[in-house]
T-cell receptor, first 116, second 109 residues
Framework: DAGITQSPRYKITETGRQVTLMCHQT?????MFWYRQDLGHGLRLIYY???????DKGEVPDGYVVSRSKTENFPLTLESATRSQTSVYFC???????????????FGSGTRLTVV | QKEVEQDPGPLSVPEGAIVSLNCTYS??????FMWYRQYSRKGPELLMY????GNKEDGRFTAQVDKSSKYISLFIRDSQPSDSATYLC?????????FGAGTRLTVKP
């Protein structure tokens, strides 16, 4: 099925553990993004990628690592989880700027992460 | 000051009411303006997209952009219970997008 899939949907982890959130898209979109959504802050950009092997920091990158070896996958790793990283994480994808007809992003359903 | 300011609400209206949702922004480089709708425990989905100042209508929804005032609005006419969701404004220059905090709307039957 075409779309953008995030896994897991829910995750509980302990402080200090490494955890990886997965994102897979079948649109062949070149751009992919990771956002976190917190009450009162809305969506904040963590990292984005313009193409395979090209990544860049967003607003709140500290404590996160990304990689993009294949166009369709964009995993997000929390190297040593902290309670402040408890949040809902959304992956999104889009065409390049010059090819966007509506300038919108396609979002996944999110991963709800709790760090205890 | 945040680049994008949006009243978080919550906003509760009776069915059939006209709803007005608003955002202000500070970055003059923003050229593209969007509204996303997000249902509970779902990802945001693009609702409206506009470029430049003016109005854009799509069914019961009207998006309005006033670049001189750095102000955007979304109007929902004849609101329905199915419109109950969080509405996020978003805007972008050439690169990444900035989102408002979202306004939670409830339309009561």
């Amino acid at each position: 099925d075409a779309g953008i899939t995030q896994s897991p949907r829910y995750k509980i982890t302990e402080t200090g553990r490494q955890v990886t959130l997965m994102c897979h898209q079948t649109w062949s979109h070149s751009y992919m993004f990771w956002y976190r959504q917190d009450l009162g802050h809305g969506l904040r950009l963590i990292y984005y990628s313009a193409a395979a092997d090209i990544t860049d920091k967003g607003e709140v990158p500290d404590g996160y690592v990304v990689s993009r070896s294949k166009t369709e996958n964009f995993p997000l790793t929390l190297e040593s989880a902290t309670r402040s990283q408890t949040s809902v994480y959304f992956c999104a994808s889009s065409r390049p700027v010059w090819a966007r007809t509506d300038y919108g992003y396609t979002f996944g359903s999110g991963t709800r992460l709790t760090v205890v | 000051q945040k680049e994008v300011e949006q009243d978080p609400g919550p906003l509760s209206v009776p069915e059939g009411a006209i709803v007005s949702l608003n955002c202000t922004y500070s970055n003059s480089a923003f050229q593209y303006f969007m509204w996303y709708r997000q249902y509970s425990r779902k990802g945001p989905e693009l609702l409206m997209y506009t470029y430049s100042s003016g109005n854009k209508e799509d069914g019961r929804f009207t998006a309005q952009v006033d670049k001189s005032s750095k102000y955007i609005s979304l109007f929902i006419r004849d609101s329905q219970p199915s419109d109950s969701a969080t509405y996020l404004c978003a805007m972008s220059g050439r690169d990444d997008m900035r989102f408002g905090a979202g306004t939670r709307l409830t339309v009561k039957p």
